[in-house]
């Protein structure tokens, strides 16, 4: 990831010293002058096209009119997790998307998967497989950086802080064969370890569910704490991907996933379900 690539953090902290702004009724013009700062300095930081300190943060907030200490407080300790470095800056040469620094901070991350096994419980097997397929062109080096990288991004889940995972797959994600037998065998496996993890609830949508309202439309909920606890929507498509964050999206993805969570088996009932899939191959 770039050093340009924001944080959520980050990316929740120039949203508010943009509506702080616009709420004491200053243009950046006004600001700038105020502060004796460019223009462009004030842009850069409400873009997220430049990280902002949290000295800087005291001063917009002073001319921002914010008294409140403990609000000036929290805006402050946002400024500095969001200068926070994280694992994927080793990364930077593979990792293009922002998701895996929002993920990293999340302290939810509710998803439903129609035909993949989440990339925080994907193992080495299934992750080389799933490249092969998707990216047949990447040399096998790169292949290995990706491995590596993968493999860093999910030690998040055995952190003392780590986010509760809570996932709702297919039944279809059990019988799709990435990368052979012994590959899924394995695969299967590190899903029967997750779902003993205090942190970690799996479910599964039968294939007798039926027709529903997510069919075809894997997504990520990203659950964050703080000051004001937000969420955000991630959905990943061939060429790209989308971050929602709208209340009524917000609303319309958490009532689908209630719904499929009380469609789908108990959690108690994914370990049994996953030896008899695991006799069959």
Do not use: C
């Amino acid at each position: 990831m770039t050093e340009r690539m924001e944080t959520f953090r980050g990316r929740q902290l120039r949203r508010e010293l943009l509506r702080l702004r616009e709420a004491a009724g200053l243009s950046m013009e006004d600001v700038a002058q105020r502060l004796d700062w460019s223009k462009a300095k004030i842009s850069r930081i409400e873009t997220g096209r430049s990280r902002v300190t949290p000295s800087d943060v005291r001063l917009l907030v002073e001319e921002y009119g914010v008294t409140d200490e403990q609000e000036r407080q929290a805006l402050m300790d946002l400024a500095r997790k969001a200068r926070k470095q994280g694992w994927w800056h080793n990364y930077s040469d593979i990792i293009a998307s922002p998701y895996v620094g929002f993920e990293a901070e999340a302290s939810g991350v509710r998803t439903y998967q129609s035909q993949l096994v989440p990339g925080l419980l994907q193992t080495e097997g299934y992750v080389r497989a799933l490249l092969s397929a998707v990216r047949p062109a990447l040399p096998r080096n790169e292949i290995d950086r990706r491995v590596e990288a993968r493999a860093a991004r999910q030690e998040r889940l055995g952190e003392h802080d780590a986010p509760h995972l809570w996932a709702i797959l297919d039944e279809a994600v059990f019988h799709r064969l990435v990368g052979g037998p012994d590959i899924m065998a394995g695969q299967l496996d590190r899903l029967r370890e997750a779902a003993r993890l205090p942190n970690v609830t799996i479910q599964v949508l039968p294939f007798t569910a039926g027709s529903h309202s997510a069919m075809g439309v894997p997504f990520v909920i990203l659950d964050f704490d703080g000051p004001t606890p937000v969420s955000a929507i991630y959905l990943e498509h061939l060429t790209g991907e989308l971050y929602l964050d709208e209340v009524t999206d917000l609303s319309r993805y958490g009532l689908v996933f209630d719904y499929l969570r009380a469609k789908a088996t108990d959690p108690e009932e994914v370990v049994p379900m996953i030896d008899a899939v695991t006799s069959r191959l």
